[in-house]
């Protein structure tokens, strides 16, 4: 049981893989040349020699079907679980608008900042969480001074989960938009705390969070300027979205996810 995207090639053992997603088939530049071969090659030689493959989404399973037509038949889809650890804690909310996850191109964080800037107001703060593995290499700082940010935007790398529990109770909106996502975690991490999202309008997303979410349709300055807008001012959709996401959570449990998985492996 490989639980990331590879298998062992070799031995007799049945194998299982893992395929959280094809961004790297979707769109190869957001890797480098290396990193890109490397995990075509392999994902695509061990969903062949595998038994069985595993995947986080419908929409995955309809990719890897879709492109590989010797896997149907043999995947399972397995919803994540939410870590219990993050849940509402009834915390007052600040003016913060939070996004987490590994800065990827595909992720759009430039993009957000500059949506952000262009709002105007001075009375809100944007939190970015996670590290930088951009590539080609985009430097995040360097846009925030340029934009003259610096007081509104805070870039805080990687935090452990007890500070990202006291984010996601403290803000007041949780934005990703993302272009690509196989599941969207951290989106799921601010729904059981309560935290309202705003969420692009592709890939995984409306499957798994439906009408939990604030969606935009398009990637474009002026659309999510509306978006963010209307949640920052609309109090009543923010407490509606807050409730709905807390119920929408309820559905992912962490044990269900591993039985479902132990029940994959061993039929």
């Known amino acids: 049981f490989s639980p990331s995207y590879s298998t062992s090639l070799f031995g007799r053992q049945r194998k299982i ?51 590989f037509g010797f896997t149907k038949g043999k995947v399972d889809v397995i919803y994540h679980g939410v870590n219990p650890l993050f849940h509402f804690q009834n915390e007052k909310r600040e003016k913060i608008i939070l996004t987490v996850g590994a800065i990827f191109q595909r992720r759009n964080i430039p993009l957000l900042i500059e949506s952000f800037s262009m709002l105007g107001i001075d009375d809100w703060k944007l939190i970015i969480v996670g590290e930088n593995r951009t590539y080609p290499k985009i430097n995040i700082e360097d846009i925030v001074k340029k934009m003259g940010m610096d007081k509104l935007v805070s870039l805080i790398g990687y935090i452990n989960d007890e500070e990202l529990l006291r984010l996601y109770n403290i803000s007041s909106i949780f934005v990703s938009l993302s272009e690509y996502e ?25 499957e798994l969070f439906s009408d939990s979410a604030y969606f935009v349709n398009d990637l474009s300055v ?34 269900d996810c591993a039985i479902n998985t132990l029940r994959s492996i061993l039929e």
């Open 182 to 206: 196989g599941f969207g975690l951290p989106v799921l991490e601010a729904m059981a705390c309560g935290l309202p999202c705003l969420l692009f309008n592709g890939h995984s997303y409306k």
């Open 222 to 255: 002026d659309s999510i300027n509306k978006g963010i807008y209307e949640l920052m001012t609309n109090k009543k959709l923010r407490e509606e979205l807050s409730l709905k996401g807390l119920e929408n959570s309820k559905r992912f449990a962490l044990e």
């Open 17 to 67: 893989v893992v395929i959280h997603d094809l961004s790297y088939f979707r769109n190869p530049s957001w890797f480098s040349m290396k990193e890109g071969f490397r995990r075509r090659l392999f994902s695509r030689i061990s969903m062949r020699v595998a038994r069985k493959v595993i995947t986080v989404s419908n929409f995955v399973k309809d990719d890897i079907e879709g492109r």
